[in-house]
C-alpha cells in the first residue's frame, strides 16, 4: 500500500483546537480494507514484540517474523494450529488455557511464564493477550510475547545478591548498623542486637532512641567520634565501651562512614561492630599479670607491692571495695595488710571463724557469692554474716605451691551483678600469681631482715671480718674489733697485706697464709699484732662458677681468753693442792683429836708440879699449834666445817677495829671507813674474822717502816663488764670489803703465786705461806670472790666479794666460849657413831666423864641397828658429818624417823664437796667442829639438851 508523502502529511492540519481530528483529516484517513490490512500487516511485520493472531477457536491466523524468531516455526507451518498445544509445556497446559479463556471472554491478560520453543527449550517471556471485536462481536485475539530471559536472570541474579547480602546481614557475627544524622538506629543485624542485650533487631530499634546517651558508657566518646568523622568522613577501629540492655558494660571496636545524600550533606551513619569484651579484657588480664610481676620488682615493702596490685585490679573489675587477708598458722588468725572499702575500716587480727573470707580459706576455691548464695550457705551453717552486707562478693584463695595463705576479695555494695563468672576465673588465676608475689615480698622482707641482723652482728662481733683479691689487697674490713686496733670499717680497703703488716717478707705467716687461701686451701693460724693475741682463719673465696677470686678471713681477739686461760690453769693447780691439803688437813685432825684428848685427860689426872703434867701440856700447846695450822689448810681446801649465818661485815670490822690497832702497832694508821645501810651476806664470822685478820696482817708485813691501812665496807653491783678478766665475777649485787696498804707492793709474777699455799716472800721461819691461801679458801667457799691489784713500790689492794643478801634484820652475834673451869654433866643416853676408832674412843671417854651413858657405833647402818633395838630412851644422837655407807646427815633424818623428838650434835672437820655445794648443813644445826675438848663437848651437849623443842 502507497504511504503518503511526508510533505501532504506535513501540511495538512489534522486536529482542531480541543485537540480531536479535523473532518479534513478523517476524510484524509479513510482506507479500504486492503489498506487497513496493509497497515496491520506492516505493524505486525516490524514490530519486535512476538506477535500472533488468532481466531475465535484459538488456531494461529498469522504470526509476525518475531514470532518465527522467539519460538522457531515458520508461519507457514502453524497457521489454523492450535496455540497453546503448541508453545505452552505440558506442565503449564493448565495455566495456558485458563490464560486463553480469560482472554476468550474478552478480558486483556497480562502474564509472566515460560513457553516451549519449536526445539524444546524453554524461555521466559512476557505475554500481553488482547481480545479482538468487531461491532461489539469478538472474532479472536492477538497475543504479544516479550522475552525477558535476560531480565529474568538479571532480576534472579539481583534477588540471589539480595538474599546473599540478607543473609550476611542476619548471619554476620559483626554487628551492622544504619543510623541518622541524630543519631537514631535506622536499621540494625541480629547480631548487634545480641551483642547489645536484645531479642531482636525491631526492639533494639524501637529502644533505643539515641544511641550517645543511652549507650555510650562514656559520653566524652561521642564526642571523640563525631569530631574524627566528620573530618575524615571514615572512623577505624575506634575502641569505647558501650551498655548493654541489661546496663552490663561491654568493649566494641567500630568501622563507620559517613552516607551523604545527592547535596553533599550528611544523610546518616553506617558502619560495622565488633565486640571486642573478650580480647580487651584478655589484654587487660595480661597487663595486671606485668603490672604484678612490675610491682615486685620495683616495691620494697609488702603495703607498697599490695597497693599497686589493687590499682592494676581495677583496670579489670570492680574492685573499689578490695581487701587482702593473710593468714599466720601460728597464731591461727587472719591478719590484713591491705583493706580499702566505702564502709568498713581494717579489723584487727582475728581469729579464723565462718566468713566468707574463712570459708574461701578452709575450701581452697574462689567463690562467687552473690546475696542468694550467702543465704543459702548461711542456712546451713557455712558461714556468718561479717560487716556490712554486701550483694554481689567474690573470693580467691592465694595459694602458693605449698600452702595457701590468704584470700583475695573485691564486693559490691548496689550491684547483685557486679561480677561474672569471667570475673571469677579470673580473679582465681590472678591469685596465685598474687600469692607468689607476696611469698616473695616476704621473703625479701626476711632477707632484708635477716642481712641487718647480720650486719649487727657482724660490726659488733668482737672480731674481724675481711676480704683480699688475688693479688691480696684489702676489698673488706668489718667487725667491732677493728676498735682494739684503732682501725675504722674499711679504712684499708685497697691496700696491700704487706703493707698493713708492714713487711716486704712473703713468708711472714699471716701473709703465707693468705697466699694458701688464695690458691684454694682452708688455713688456721695464729698472730700476736699490736698487742694483742689473734686466733684467725682463712678460706678461700669462689664466685658463682667455683673460680677462686681471694680469700675471706675472720680473726678473734683471744688476748683476754689467753688471760683467763692462765688464770683457769692457776685455779687448776690450786684445786689440786687444796684437794691434797684438804686430805692431809682431815686424817691429820682426826690424829690431832686423839693427841690433844688423852693429852687433856693426862693432864687432868696429873697432879700440879708433877713433871709428867709439864710434858703433857707442852703436848696440849703443840696439838692446839697443829689444830689451827690444820684448820687454815681446811679453810684453803674450801673443806672446813663452816656455820655461815647472815651477818653484817661492818659489824665484824668494828669488833675487830681494837685488836686490829694492836695488831699492826702504832707505826701503822688505820683507817675504817663503811657506806650507809650496808648489805647483808651470809657466812661464817669466825672465818671471816679470819680473812680480816691475815689481811691485816699481810698489809703490816708491807710496811716495815709504817705505813697507813685502809680497810672499807661498801654495797657493790657489777654489769657483765665484770665478767672478764682480771676479776671473774657473775653480774649482781655484792657487798665489798676492801683492804688496802701503801706499803712495797708486789711485781705480776709474785700475784702470781700469792694464793699459793706455803708460798711466801718472808724471811725462813717468819711465815707458813697460809695467810692469803686461806683467805682465798673462805672467800670462795663463802660465794664470792677476791681481787689483788699492786704495783712494787705503790701498795696492795685486796678487794673482796661477798654476794648480797637481800634481809632487812639480821642477828648478828658471837657464841659465847665454855667456862673451861666448870664442865656441865648430864645424865642422859647418847648414841656416838663415828667411823675413826681412836676418836670414837676418846669421845666415849669424854661422855662418860661427863655422867652420860653411851651406845656406841663404827657406821651409820650399826647405829640405825641399835636405835632400833635399844629399849630404853635414846637423848641425842652424836655423829659424824662423813662416814662410809651413810652420812651423818641421812643417819640423823633415818634416826629421827625412829626416835622421834631425838636431838642431833654433828661433829666434823670438813663435810664432802656436794654437801659443801649445797650449802653444808641446815642454819639450825648444831656442830662441834674437830678437834674439840672436853668442856666443849660437855657445854655443847648442854646448851642442846636443855633447849626448848621447837614444835
Known amino acids: 500500500m502507497p504511504k503518503p508523502s511526508v510533505k501532504s502529511r506535513s501540511k495538512r492540519k489534522t486536529t482542531s483546537r480541543a485537540g480531536q481530528p479535523t473532518k479534513a483529516a478523517r476524510e484524509a484517513h479513510v482506507h479500504t480494507p486492503a489498506e487497513h490490512t496493509a497497515y496491520l500487516q506492516a505493524l505486525t511485520e516490524s514490530n519486535p514484540l512476538a506477535i500472533v493472531v488468532l481466531d475465535a477457536n484459538r488456531r494461529i491466523e498469522m504470526c509476525n517474523p518475531a514470532f518465527e524468531q522467539l519460538f522457531g516455526y515458520q508461519q507457514s507451518d ?94 554476620a557475627v559483626e554487628g551492622i548498623f544504619q543510623t541518622t544524622p541524630e543519631g537514631t538506629y535506622l536499621s540494625v543485624n541480629p547480631a548487634l542486637a545480641r551483642m547489645c542485650g536484645f531479642a531482636t533487631p525491631e526492639e533494639m530499634t524501637q529502644s533505643v532512641r539515641d544511641i550517645g546517651a543511652e549507650t555510650y558508657a562514656d559520653p566524652q566518646v561521642r564526642e571523640e567520634f563525631k569530631r574524627i568523622i566528620e573530618k575524615s568522613g571514615v572512623i577505624e577501629g575506634f575502641e569505647y565501651q558501650v551498655r548493654r540492655k541489661d546496663g552490663s558494660k561491654i568493649w566494641i571496636s567500630e568501622n563507620a562512614r559517613v552516607v551523604r545524600d545527592a547535596n553533599g550533606k550528611i544523610a546518616g551513619y553506617e558502619g560495622t561492630i565488633e565486640d571486642i569484651t573478650t580480647r580487651r579484657r584478655a589484654e587487660l588480664e595480661r597487663q595486671v599479670g606485668f603490672e604484678i610481676i612490675h610491682a615486685v620488682n620495683v616495691t620494697d615493702n609488702l603495703d607498697d607491692l599490695l597497693r599497686l596490685i589493687h590499682v592494676a585490679l581495677k583496670k579489670v573489675l570492680y574492685a573499689e571495695n578490695c581487701f587482702v587477708a593473710l593468714y599466720e ?54 558461714v556468718e554474716l561479717v560487716g556490712t552486707p554486701s550483694p554481689s562478693w567474690l573470693g580467691a584463695p592465694l595459694r602458693t605451691p605449698a600452702a595457701t595463705i590468704g584470700v583475695l576479695v573485691v564486693q559490691h555494695y548496689e550491684e547483685d551483678n557486679a561480677y561474672t563468672k569471667r570475673d571469677l576465673e579470673f580473679l582465681s588465676s590472678v591469685g596465685g600469681q598474687i600469692a607468689v608475689a607476696i611469698e616473695r615480698k616476704r621473703a625479701e622482707a626476711k632477707v632484708r631482715e635477716s642481712e641487718a641482723q647480720l650486719r649487727v652482728l657482724v660490726e659488733q662481733l668482737p672480731a674481724v671480718l675481711w676480704t683480699v683479691d688475688k693479688n691480696l689487697l684489702f676489698t673488706s674490713c668489718l667487725g667491732a674489733g677493728l676498735t682494739r686496733l684503732g682501725m675504722k670499717p674499711n679504712q684499708i680497703v685497697g691496700m696491700s697485706l704487706l703493707d698493713y703488716f708492714e713487711t716486704a717478707d712473703p713468708t711472714l705467716l699471716p701473709v703465707a697464709a693468705h697466699r694458701r687461701a688464695v690458691t684454694g686451701e682452708p688455713v688456721t693460724f695464729h698472730v700476736e699484732w699490736k698487742g694483742g693475741s689473734y686466733a684467725c682463719h682463712a678460706e678461700p673465696l669462689r664466685g658463682a662458677d667455683g673460680e677462686v677470686q681471694g680469700a675471706i678471713c675472720m680473726s678473734l681477739d683471744i688476748t683476754d681468753r689467753k688471760q683467763l686461760e692462765e688464770q683457769l690453769r692457776q685455779a687448776q693447780k690450786m684445786e689440786a693442792v687444796g684437794r691434797l691439803a684438804g686430805g692431809i688437813a682431815h686424817d691429820f685432825n682426826n690424829l690431832l683429836m686423839v693427841i690433844q684428848g688423852y693429852a687433856d685427860l693426862l693432864a687432868e689426872r696429873l697432879p700440879a708440879g708433877d713433871a709428867l703434867r709439864r710434858n703433857a701440856e707442852q703436848i696440849q700447846m703443840a696439838s692446839q699449834r697443829a689444830t689451827s695450822l690444820t684448820r687454815q689448810l681446811l679453810a684453803f681446801s674450801r673443806k672446813q666445817m663452816l656455820a655461815p649465818k647472815i651477818l653484817n661485815i661492818q659489824s665484824v670490822v668494828t669488833d675487830m677495829e681494837k685488836i686490829l690497832r694492836r695488831l699492826i702497832g702504832e707505826d701503822v694508821a688505820l683507817e675504817v671507813s663503811s657506806a650507809r645501810e650496808l648489805g647483808l651476806v651470809k657466812a661464817d664470822r669466825s672465818q671471816i674474822e679470819q680473812v680480816i685478820l691475815n689481811l691485816a696482817v699481810n698489809a703490816r708485813d708491807a710496811m716495815p717502816e709504817g705505813g697507813r691501812l685502809t680497810i672499807e665496807t661498801g654495797n657493790v653491783e657489777l654489769d657483765a ?51 692469803l691461801a686461806t683467805v682465798y679458801g673462805i672467800v670462795k667457799q663463802s660465794g664470792g670472790y677476791v681481787w689483788v691489784y699492786s704495783e712494787p713500790g705503790r701498795g696492795t689492794s685486796f678487794k673482796v666479794y661477798l654476794p648480797r643478801i637481800e634481809e632487812e634484820h639480821a642477828r648478828v652475834g658471837r657464841e659465847g666460849q665454855p667456862d673451861s673451869q666448870s664442865i656441865p654433866r648430864g645424865t642422859e643416853t647418847i648414841l656416838l657413831v663415828e667411823d675413826e676408832k681412836g676418836v670414837r674412843e676418846l669421845a666415849r671417854e669424854y661422855l662418860e666423864m661427863s655422867g652420860y651413858s653411851v651406845i656406841e657405833a663404827e657406821d651409820g647402818h650399826t647405829a640405825l641397828e641399835l636405835a632400833a633395838m635399844h629399849a630404853g630412851p635414846i637423848q641425842l644422837l652424836m655423829t659424824d658429818v662423813v662416814m662410809p655407807g651413810i652420812s651423818g646427815r641421812e643417819l640423823a633424818v633415818r634416826v629421827t624417823k625412829i626416835r622421834p623428838g631425838i636431838k642431833v650434835l654433828y661433829m666434823s672437820g670438813y663435810t664432802d664437796q656436794s654437801v659443801v655445794h649445797h650449802g653444808i648443813l641446815e642454819t639450825d644445826a648444831v656442830l662441834l667442829q674437830k678437834p674439840f675438848t672436853m668442856v666443849t663437848l660437855a657445854s655443847k651437849l648442854r646448851e642442846l639438851l636443855t633447849a626448848e623443842t621447837v614444835q
Open 721 to 771: 663488764s665484770y665478767a672478764h678478766p682480771p676479776a671473774v665475777l657473775s653480774p649482781g649485787r655484792y657487798v665489798m670489803l676492801a683492804v688496802i696498804d701503801n706499803g712495797c707492793g708486789m711485781d705480776a709474777a709474785t700475784q702470781a703465786h700469792i694464793f699459793e699455799p706455803f708460798f711466801t716472800t718472808k724471811e725462813k721461819g717468819k711465815g707458813t705461806g697460809l695467810g
Open 78 to 171: 502453524v497457521a489454523g494450529a492450535e496455540l497453546d498445544p503448541l508453545v505452552a509445556p505440558a506442565e503449564m497446559n493448565a495455566e495456558a488455557v485458563r490464560l486463553s479463556q480469560r482472554a476468550g471472554a474478552g478480558e486483556v491478560v497480562r502474564s509472566k511464564s515460560q513457553r516451549r520453543r519449536s526445539d524444546g527449550s524453554l524461555v521466559d517471556v512476557q505475554i500481553l493477550g488482547v481480545p479482538l471485536k468487531v461491532n461489539g462481536k469478538l472474532i479472536g485475539s492477538f497475543g504479544m510475547y516479550e522475552d525477558i530471559t535476560e531480565r529474568r536472570r538479571a532480576e534472579e541474579t539481583q534477588r540471589k545478591t539480595e538474599e546473599r547480602f540478607r543473609r550476611l546481614f542476619e548471619g
Open 329 to 382: 598458722p601460728s597464731t591461727s588468725m587472719f591478719h590484713f595488710p591491705f583493706f580499702v572499702d566505702q564502709y568498713d575500716v581494717a579489723p584487727p587480727p582475728q581469729q579464723v571463724g565462718r566468713s566468707c573470707t574463712a570459708y574461701v580459706f578452709h575450701t581452697g576455691q574462689a567463690m562467687l557469692i552473690p546475696q542468694r548464695v550467702f543465704d543459702h550457705l548461711a542456712e546451713i551453717g557455712d
